[in-house]
């Protein structure tokens, strides 16, 4: 048996603003839209990861060391169910996945995230978390773990505009407890250079790409 968290009617109000963002521009924006008891748990776990816990993040060409670094210089731990404070994160997404699912159709079939650690000078270069017709992300999603995070400090996602990745369409700042999700194939977007460490749980929603029995890949 299965056993469903119950985050209650909050997170379901949560869910329908996030499903209408989505319908109404693409990307959703919310502040403190999980509860204080899933998040707080979630700073304390990346804040006590041991360096050597995060990996270099790369871009997809794993062989070339030059490109990623000049790309994107964010360290980044995968989360993982068996890990109970990192569950609970992972069974709220699951939630706004059979949310999504159940109103939008968006036919949505896994769920993967890693913890992000941007050291002061790091960033992450515009980029597509997916490409049109090829790949399988659908949903890309962003929480952001910085108490007290201060405008100087930088840092910022930037988002482009769809159709015209020149077009700078919004920034969010990187504090605590803001989720940001998106249509990972059509917003190009950027990390700006962060002055302090700078924390945050990227996600995707896949869909199935299973090619005869193999089922597809979750990373
Ligand atoms: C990513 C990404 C944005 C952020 O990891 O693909 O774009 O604000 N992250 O951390
Ligand atoms: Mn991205």
């Excluded at 990996?55 to 994107?72: L, M, P, S, W, Y």
């Excluded at 731990?77 to 999504?100: A, I, K, R, V």
């Excluded at 059509?186 to 199935?208: C, K, M, T």
Aim: hydrophobic share 35%.
């Amino acid at each position: 048996m299965i056993i469903t968290p119950d985050f209650g009617t909050q997170s379901t109000s949560i869910y329908e603003k996030i499903e209408q963002d989505l319908v109404n521009s693409g990307i959703s924006i919310t502040h403190d839209a999980l509860p204080m008891s899933t998040i707080a748990p979630l700073l304390a776990r990346i804040a006590s990861l041991p360096d050597h816990e995060f990996n270099e993040a790369g871009t997809g060409r794993k062989q070339d060391h030059q490109i990623n670094q000049f790309v994107r210089r964010d360290q980044i731990h995968w989360l993982d169910s068996q890990h109970p404070d990192e569950s609970l994160w992972l069974q709220w997404m699951t939630g706004l996945q059979t949310h999504l699912n159940r109103t939008l159709m968006l036919g949505l079939f896994s769920y993967e995230s890693h913890f992000a650690q941007y050291k002061p000078g790091a960033f992450y270069k515009k980029h597509l978390d997916a490409f049109k017709g090829q790949a399988n992300r659908r949903l890309s999603t962003v929480l952001y773990l910085n108490p007290n995070w201060q405008p100087q400090y930088g840092g910022e996602l930037v988002v482009y505009e769809p159709e015209n990745e020149q077009q700078e369409l919004l920034r969010v700042t990187p504090s605590f407890g803001t989720l940001v999700v998106f249509l990972s194939e059509d917003f190009p977007h950027e990390v700006l250079p962060a002055e302090q460490l700078r924390y945050s749980i990227a996600g995707w929603y896949r869909v199935n790409n299973s090619i005869g029995n193999r089922i597809d890949p979750p990373r």
